[in-house]
């Protein structure tokens, strides 16, 4: 059994959330952080002495944190050869756009963008920041969208882990009021992700207590 410490409402422990589901793994969710606390408790900084979520412990072993390092971990023990190959050739091709989603797409708008957005005070927004950090992250789904050209998912015919670490982030990125550059093939890829049932439950979250008003 595995065991989660995370509010729902945060974009890392969706991106585990959804890894999970899609393994179809049994588990359990504790809410941590925020306004739920837990997290800066001695129990809790024993497990992870930064204080953030997610944290992973898979029954007795010894607790993981960072949301790579855990999807990473559950990937290789319970992914299918679709989903993390066992060549290490074949997993470092997925793997690598993994991580570019990671830093390029997942940072570059929840920070930048959402934060902006829905976390800033509107009188406080500054909407030219806003501006460039959208055209920053569009240059980067450029990228994408070319994949997409190519492939179904990010890397092929099939969800992996890639998909995982960037389109966690796509119900907000299309949620959010923004004005968003032109990319169809992006979008009906973001669509086939909405209609899988381990996403609609754990990605396209309300993210309302987060808003500041």
């Known amino acids: 059994m595995l065991t989660v410490w995370g509010r729902k409402s945060s974009s890392n422990v969706q991106a585990l959330m959804w890894c999970i589901r899609e393994l179809g793994l ?3 969710r504790i809410n941590a952080g925020f306004t739920y606390g837990v997290n800066d408790t001695p129990e809790f900084l024993a497990m992870n002495p930064n204080g953030t979520v997610p944290v992973l412990r898979d029954g007795d072993d010894e ?3 960072e949301t790579g390092a855990i999807l990473r971990y559950l990937a290789t023990q319970y992914g299918d050869d679709a989903f993390w190959p066992k060549d290490a050739r074949h997993r470092a091709q997925i793997d ?3 991580e570019w989603a ?3 797409i997942a940072q570059g708008f929840t920070g930048p963008i959402f934060w902006r957005v829905v976390r800033t005070a509107p009188a406080l927004k500054d909407e030219k920041a806003i501006v460039a950090a959208v055209a920053a992250l569009g240059a980067k789904l450029d990228i994408a ?3 997409f050209g190519r492939h ?3 890397t092929g015919d099939n969800l992996t882990l890639a998909d995982i670490q960037f389109g966690h982030v796509l119900y907000r990125y299309f949620d959010i009021d923004i004005q968003r550059p032109a990319h169809p093939r992006l979008e009906r890829y973001y669509e086939n992700l909405t209609e899988r049932p381990a996403f609609q439950e754990h990605v396209m979250v309300s993210y309302e207590e987060l808003r500041v008003l």
């Open 63 to 65: 607790p993981l944190w």
């Open 152 to 154: 179904r998912f990010l």
């Open 26 to 28: 049994a588990h359990e």
């Open 102 to 104: 990671k830093i390029n």
């Open 145 to 147: 969208e070319s994949q």
């Open 96 to 98: 690598k756009w993994a």
